[in-house]
């Protein structure tokens, strides 16, 4: 099992940016997948974007074009850039791992974009 803290989270001015970082407890390239996910008030957790551990990404639409995902290998972390922030993108950001089919949820960082 893997464990993962995610931080960087943050009050943001619409079209701005912020990033993500999610340390985990082990080497990040023998994680099978990393993924994003982001909760808003009164919705659904949703996958925002997740990187495999041959490097393969992928991204939710609402997010293409503006996100970046990636790995830090020195650090055990993998970011999530977030560029040109809209008030949509607000909610709670969970890091979440998934090891040898175990799954490992972060406690979330808030992010907040006003317009």
């Known amino acids: 099992q893997v464990d993962v803290v995610e931080s960087g989270g943050g009050l943001v001015q619409a079209g701005g940016s912020l990033r993500l970082s999610c340390v985990a407890s082990?080497?990040?390239?023998?994680?099978?997948?990393m993924n994003w996910y982001r909760q808003a008030p009164g919705k659904q957790r949703e996958l925002v974007a997740f990187i495999t551990s041959g490097g393969t990404t992928n991204y939710a639409d609402s997010v293409k074009g503006r996100f970046t995902i990636s790995r830090d290998g020195a650090k055990n972390a993998v970011h999530l850039q977030m560029n040109n922030l809209k008030p949509e993108d607000s909610g709670d950001y969970y890091c979440y791992a998934i090891a040898k089919a175990f799954g490992s949820w972060g406690q979330g960082t808030r992010v907040t974009v006003f317009s």
């Open positions: 082990k080497d990040i390239f023998s994680i099978d997948t």
